[in-house]
């Protein structure tokens, strides 16, 4: 079955078109990032106003490049929640739309839960049940997983989320925005062990707190870099950089690995933006292995916004007998 898959959660326009939720025949995403670089942040009003002018043209893309026909397509899954609200609507306004005019079923899925299953556009997939931790610019949390319609929260971040604690890092480095991809750049000739945060908080194993850091990064900057400016010594900004993200993977790495030790689960999977960080991959893959836990990550593409993954997701919800209605609308939980 060919599934149409409709992401417009933030500032992405995505549209895809998956088969038997694995084989990913195209998969279009148009950003309007370069819009908003000069606020330093995503603005809701830009994000929606480019997604109403692009979304026709994304899916007409998306057909063009999978070689087939909107009648070949047999259900359109479309994100619902959560996300920028003015963004959601459009998504599923074109999805109802498309539905309405096709006949084809239409399904509304979770933004974050089709981040727990862009791991099964690979090759090799987990075994239910696993734990899934993602981590994007609008969410941290952890998953116990049992199956595609059985996903119970068991932690969340309770203020800033973990991406974007690196996008504001970055701004106070003035490095610009997204701050992921900048920060792990500048951490690779930092020297993690100039200085050292701490986001742990291991009082609640399974909940996340990032705003406490992005402050002490902020004093340490204030602080310090002016001498160091002045004193002529390099590497500040990489040093921090790399401090800031070394604190950060060691939470992720403990609280998902004490999520899996108390779920007794010995497959981790994870999803979203800052899953695409390589040194992330790289110790938690290690400190899973060590503990005997596999590690499932998406491919970088699958980690950051995409339909694909909320095609996968739709096929396997319909397979189950879920479908939507022309009620569909935005949750607000
Ligand atoms: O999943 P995503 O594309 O969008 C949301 O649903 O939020 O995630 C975007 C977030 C941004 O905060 C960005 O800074 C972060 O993911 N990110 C990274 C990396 N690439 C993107 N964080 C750390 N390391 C990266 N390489
Ligand atoms: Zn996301």
Known sequence: MLVMGIETSCDETSVSVVKNGRTVLSNVVSSSLRFHKQYGGIVPEIAFRKQLETIAQVAESALREAGVDLKDIGLISVTDSPGLLGSLVVGISFAKAVSIGTGIPLLGVNHLHSHVFAGFLEEKKPRFPFTALIVSGGHSSLYYVRDFDRIRLMGSTKDDACGEAFDKVAK??????????????????????????????????????????????????????????????????????????????????????????????????????????????????????????????????????????????????????????????????
Do not use: W
């Open 172 to 333: 106070i480095l003035q490095q610009g925005y997204p701050g992921g991809p900048v920060i792990e750049r500048l951490s690779k000739k930092g020297n993690a062990g100039r200085t050292r945060f701490n986001c742990l908080n291991s009082k609640e194993p399974y909940n996340f707190s990032f705003s406490g850091i992005k402050t002490a990064v902020l004093y340490y900057v204030k602080k310090n870099a002016r001498k160091t400016v002045l004193s002529g010594r390099d590497g500040f900004v990489c040093d921090v950089a790399a401090s800031f993200q070394d604190a950060v993977i060691e939470t992720l790495v403990v609280k998902s690995l004490t999520a899996c030790k108390s779920k007794k689960t010995k497959r981790l999977v994870i999803g979203g933006g800052v899953a695409a960080n390589g040194r992330l991959r790289t110790v938690l893959s290690r400190e899973g292995a060590a503990k005997g836990i596999e590690v499932f990550f998406p491919s970088r593409e699958y980690c950051m916004d995409n339909a694909a993954m909320v095609a996968c997701l739709g096929y396997y919800l319909y397979k189950k007998g879920h479908t939507s209605d022309l009620k569909l609308d935005i949750h607000f939980n």
